[in-house]
């Protein structure tokens, strides 16, 4: 078993509570720095203000304590600001993936029950608000939805600009922003985050103040995020990398948050030059893409000291590049998932290269790992079993959802992770499989039944089973392979197409095989190893 110490450090409990003590202990640091089309840049102070007036629009939205408010937009210092503003009210957030289509956002905001939405028109040439119409999703519980124009946009009906909701703050008045504030307590939920399953129902992970707050102060202490590092956040703020790992981290630590809305690796370079960035944290994928980029020999990135990754394999030789060729002083892997509070295991400063990359780390303060059989029975060291995990940062429940819960967590309080690792003997975790036939698409979860049920809604396909394979770039890639319907006329090209309109790029598949039957075994399971095995060569 792999245990944690004590915590690190001794945080504040709540969000309202860090936003507070941020204000009052470093006031004229700069928080956030944002170059986007209004060009936010706020001390601690302005955006502990702009968060308390967006939160008085909340409250004549009529947003308060056990409300949900949903974020469907990229990163921004308005996210942010809107983020801080839910905490303050009380309700949970609920971030929403900026590449999900009407449909699949449109069941999140029914599910959570959301009544306020924060989103944006143009990103990437996504009309958000016309996807929402077109879905058709009954949406009761939604009374307003503040979008955030770009300059010179008309406004759009049924919707407020975000200036225009600004201005509702007058209707309340600032000591009941506070009192609220005050009364939100470490227990309380601080935000639904959706995370699909192997059934391809999303699940709404509920995560508390008091476990969030306490797992990104000892985060930030233990990679060595502090104050005055300026900490480019490219992972986008719907994933608790992004958010709890990225923006509430700096925010915790001292660091300037500078938001990245979309990975270019031209923007992140003259980025780092210009802006003396110090932090930059994200997927394998990333430090792939800035070691291949012909600019990188010649750019300026001597300001980096600090990465973090995980999510997918990390060969050894791109730690050691990482280092030699980036600059980084400090790289460190991590293992988490969104029912563990987005961290479980963590390596530290001064592990060596071979540890950095092979494993992710040991436990957390605070957090137990450990291996077990099937029948839950826990194994020694250097044998494969699945991973579990316990500690406060387990999930205290899935969204409306019972019999998932009890599914996750044990009577024990050990969390299923479905994952297949080995802990050695100093108590760090390699992971060697998965239980569960996810994949990871650049640092994104890819659920295999939840692509395969949009696929068989093409009337041309009679069956299909979705697998991952490796891929030097992504990590890893969906391969299809896919049964006609007798008499339809397919083409992997065309199924590849119509797919990217139906579902969020990650989780579209990057190759179609079209097969006469599937393999399987006797009781009619598909066989995925073989398929695996296949979509590998």
Avoid at 347 to 364: E, H, K, N, P
Avoid at 477 to 482: Q, R, S, T
Avoid at 496 to 510: E, G, L
């Amino acid at each position: 078993m792999s245990k944690g110490q004590p915590p690190v450090t001794s945080p504040p409990t709540t969000i309202p509570a860090v936003l507070a003590r941020a204000a009052a202990t470093r006031p004229d640091d700069l928080a956030v720095v944002d170059p986007g089309p209004d060009g936010l840049t706020l001390t601690t102070a302005a955006l502990a203000a702009a968060a308390h007036t967006a939160a008085r629009a909340l409250a004549a939205a009529g947003v308060g304590p056990g409300d949900r408010v949903a974020i469907w937009a990229p990163n921004s210092a308005r996210w942010v600001i809107a983020a801080l503003a839910t905490h303050l009210r009380g309700a949970a957030l609920v971030p929403i993936n900026t590449r999900y289509k009407g449909a699949e956002a449109a069941d999140i905001l029914a599910r959570s029950r959301a009544r306020v939405l924060f989103t944006t028109e143009g990103f990437l040439g996504a009309c958000y608000t016309a996807q929402l119409r077109a879905a058709a999703t009954p949406l009761p519980d939604l009374a307003t939805i503040v979008v955030d124009l770009p300059p010179g946009t008309p406004p759009i009906p049924d919707t407020l600009p975000w200036d225009a909701f600004l201005t509702r703050a007058a209707a309340t008045l600032p000591d009941a922003i506070t009192t609220t504030a005050d009364a939100v307590a470490p227990d309380d939920v601080c935000d639904i985050m959706f995370t699909s399953g192997t059934t391809g129902a999303p699940k709404g992970v509920l995560a508390t103040h008091g476990a969030t707050t306490r797992a990104f102060t000892d985060w930030g202490a233990l990679v060595g995020l502090r104050r005055g590092d300026r900490y480019l956040v490219v992972v986008p703020f719907f994933h608790s990398f992004g958010y709890k790992a990225g923006w509430l981290a700096a925010l915790i630590a001292g660091a300037t948050i500078y938001p990245q809305p979309v990975f270019d690796v031209d923007c992140v370079l003259d980025r780092v030059a210009r802006e003396r960035i110090t932090v930059l944290p994200g997927p394998p994928t990333l430090y792939h893409s800035l070691l291949a980029h012909p600019r990188r020999a010649t750019a300026d990135l001597s300001p980096l000291r600090l990465a973090v990754t995980g999510a997918a394999a990390v060969p050894v030789e791109l730690v050691r590049r990482m280092r030699r060729e980036l600059g980084l002083s400090t790289v460190l892997t991590g293992y988490g998932l969104t029912e563990s509070t987005g961290v479980a295991t963590l390596c530290r400063a001064g592990d060596d290269d071979d540890t950095v990359a092979t494993t992710s780390g040991r436990a957390m303060p605070g957090v137990e790992v450990a291996i077990v059989d099937p029948a839950g029975a826990p194994l020694p060291a250097g044998t494969p079993g699945e991973v579990v995990i316990r500690g406060y940062n387990v999930l205290p429940g899935y969204l409306d959802d019972p019999a998932a819960t009890a599914a996750a967590v044990d009577a024990g309080g050990w969390l299923h992770t479905g994952d297949v690792g080995v802990l050695d003997d100093r108590g760090y975790l390699r992971i060697t499989d998965r239980l569960k036939d996810m994949f990871i698409v650049g640092g994104f979860n890819a659920y295999p039944a939840e692509i395969e049920n949009v696929l068989l809604r093409h009337p041309g396909i009679a069956q299909v089973a979705v697998v991952g394979a490796p891929d030097p770039r992504l990590g890893e890639i969906g391969v299809a392979f896919v049964v006609p319907r007798p008499g339809a006329t397919l083409s992997a090209d065309a199924l590849i197409a119509w797919s990217r309109d139906q579902m969020a790029n990650f989780k579209v598949p990057r190759r179609v095989v079209l097969v006469d039957a599937l393999p399987l075994n006797a009781t009619g399971k598909v066989l995925k190893y073989e398929l695996r095995a296949r979509a590998a060569t």
